[in-house]
């Protein structure tokens, strides 16, 4: 409880009177374990939110999708998920490197129902559950420090259309990129990237890019 707590969230719970209704949160919600029913709904997520802190001690939060499944439960403490190739920036992967504290923040939109995480991550090219995700480049591993169910009622209620056709599927291609055929970006790219412009049609623009992706065509 002290742990979970500092003199900053007291300050609020004593001002809004909610010193016991926290502690008597705290007490009936937070676990330490991944119990069966959490398991069955990380596992059934498509998409979360990762928190992560940067050298400058600044929090970066990430979007994480995948198709259902992505994310695993590998015992009651220990979470895996995958890195898939992104904008080159490394932002989550790198900030884990150096700072293990993430929070993991996994809604689901359709019901609502949300479960929240805080962990110590680590970060490895070489783990032997790589070979498990298609397409990975990474894979993430999360020890779990405290993980609940929290409160729905601001959540709104949406209907999932479609997974996303980029996320990796074992034995079918992966649609390239269409922001890696961006004008200023093409000397930058790695050498594996640098046919994809011309196999897309050619370069374009920031702007192109930018409306491409405000129509649902990236």
């Not at 015992?75 to 898939?84: I, R, V, W």
């Not at 559950?129 to 993430?140: D, I």
Request: net charge neutral; charged share 20%.
């Amino acid at each position: 409880m002290d742990e979970f707590y500092g003199k900053q969230h007291r300050a609020f719970q004593q001002q809004f009177e909610t010193v016991k209704l926290a502690n008597a949160v705290h007490n009936n919600i937070v676990s330490h374990e991944i119990d069966a029913r959490h398991k069955d709904f990380i596992e059934s997520r498509d998409m979360f939110f990762l928190s992560t802190i940067d050298h400058r001690g600044y929090p970066t939060c990430s979007y994480k999708g995948g198709h259902a499944g992505f994310i695993k439960a590998l015992d009651q403490n220990t979470l895996a998920f995958p890195s898939y190739d992104g904008n080159g920036m490394f932002l989550s992967m790198g900030n884990i490197s150096l700072n293990s504290k993430v929070g993991m923040l996994l809604v689901d939109i359709e019901t609502p129902h949300r479960i929240r995480i805080h962990g110590n991550a680590s970060v490895s090219r070489d783990d032997p559950l790589l070979a498990q995700f298609a397409g990975a480049e990474l894979v993430v591993r999360v020890k779990v420090l405290e993980i609940f169910v929290n409160c729905s009622r601001y959540i709104h209620q949406y209907q999932k259309l479609a997974d996303s056709r980029y996320v990796p599927v074992q034995g079918k291609s992966t649609p390239l990129p269409q922001w890696k055929r961006i004008d200023g970006l093409q000397e930058a790219l790695p050498s594996r990237d640098q046919h994809i412009a011309q196999s897309l049609g050619g370069t374009i623009t920031p702007e192109e890019y930018e409306y491409m992706v405000s129509q649902g065509q990236a």
